[in-house]
C-alpha cells in the first residue's frame, strides 16, 4: 500500500526560526511529491518535485526531493506568524489520472 | 482569477437525508478530484474524473455515495442515505494532467463543503 509520512506531527517555534518539516514516501511507482499549505481553509499549492536534488524556492519557502532516500523537505526561514499552518506533502503516481496520495500533515504554529 | 468553486459551503442535515454536493473546476481543467477531509484520517481521495470519465472511485463507499460529471462545468457528489460518520470537509479539486512527462499534477482545490450529518 503507498504511504506518505510526515514528520513531525505539530511544531510550535517563534517568529525568526528556521523549521524543517520532512515527508518520506513509499509507493509502488512514484511521478512527483507536492507540497500544500492549509490554513483554515483549502490546500493551497507550494511546489511540485520531480528531480532529486534541484532545490524550489519561494521567498522565504524552500523544498529539495531526495529520491535515494525516498524523501523531502520543506524549509521555512525567518518565520513569521501567518506561516502557522497545516504543511501537507503529497506524492503523484502515475498512470490513470496522477492521483495523489497525502501524508496527514505537520500542523505549524508561530509565535511571537 | 480563476478558481474551484463549491457549494453549498456548509450543510447541516439528519441522517437518512440525501446530500449533494456541487463542483465548478477551472475552466480547460481536464482532471477532477473528490476528497474528504477528517481530524482522524486526514485526507482522502474518493474518487476523480478525467475528461468527465470516471477514472477510480474505489476510495468511496459504493452503497451510499456517488459521483457524476454531467458536464465539464460541474461535478456532482451526493451522500444517499447520510450518516452521521460522513461528517466531513468535502473538498474538490481540479488540475489539468497528462499522463507525459511535462505534465504538472498541480491540484487547486476549492473551499470545501462542511457537512455535519445529525
Known amino acids: 500500500e503507498d504511504k506518505v509520512v510526515q514528520s513531525p506531527l505539530s511544531l510550535v517555534v517563534h517568529e525568526g526560526d528556521t523549521v524543517t518539516l520532512n515527508c518520506s514516501y513509499e509507493?509502488?511507482?512514484?511521478?512527483?511529491l507536492l507540497w500544500y499549505k492549509q490554513e483554515k481553509k483549502a490546500p493551497t499549492f507550494l511546489f511540485m518535485l520531480?528531480?532529486?536534488?534541484i532545490e524550489k524556492k519561494s521567498g522565504r519557502l524552500s523544498s529539495i526531493l531526495d529520491k535515494k532516500e525516498l524523501s523531502s523537505i520543506l524549509n521555512i526561514t525567518a518565520t513569521q506568524t501567518g506561516d502557522s499552518a497545516i504543511y501537507l506533502c503529497?506524492?503523484?503516481?502515475?498512470?490513470?489520472?496522477?492521483?495523489?496520495?497525502f501524508g496527514t500533515g505537520t500542523q505549524l504554529k508561530v509565535e511571537l | 482569477d480563476a478558481r474551484v468553486t463549491q457549494t453549498p459551503r456548509h450543510k447541516v442535515t439528519e441522517m437518512g437525508q440525501e446530500v449533494t454536493m456541487r463542483c465548478q473546476p477551472i475552466?480547460?481543467?481536464?482532471?477532477v478530484f473528490w476528497y474528504r477531509q477528517t481530524m482522524m484520517q486526514g485526507l482522502e481521495l474518493l474518487a476523480y474524473?478525467?475528461?468527465?470519465?470516471?477514472?477510480?472511485d474505489s476510495g468511496m463507499p459504493k452503497d451510499r455515495f456517488s459521483a457524476e460529471m454531467p458536464d465539464a462545468t460541474l461535478a456532482t457528489l451526493k451522500i444517499q442515505p447520510s450518516e452521521p460518520r460522513d461528517s466531513a470537509v468535502y473538498f474538490c479539486?481540479?488540475?489539468?494532467?497528462?499522463?507525459?512527462?511535462?505534465?504538472?499534477?498541480?491540484?487547486?482545490f476549492g473551499p470545501g463543503t462542511r457537512l455535519t450529518v445529525l
Open positions: 509507493v509502488t511507482n512514484f511521478r512527483s
Open positions: 479539486a481540479s488540475g489539468f494532467i497528462t499522463d507525459g512527462f511535462a505534465s504538472t499534477d498541480t491540484q487547486y
Open positions: 475552466l480547460g481543467h481536464n482532471t
Open positions: 474524473f478525467r475528461n468527465r470519465a470516471p477514472l477510480d
Open positions: 503529497a506524492v503523484g503516481l502515475p498512470g490513470g489520472g496522477n492521483k495523489l496520495t
Open positions: 520531480t528531480s532529486s536534488g
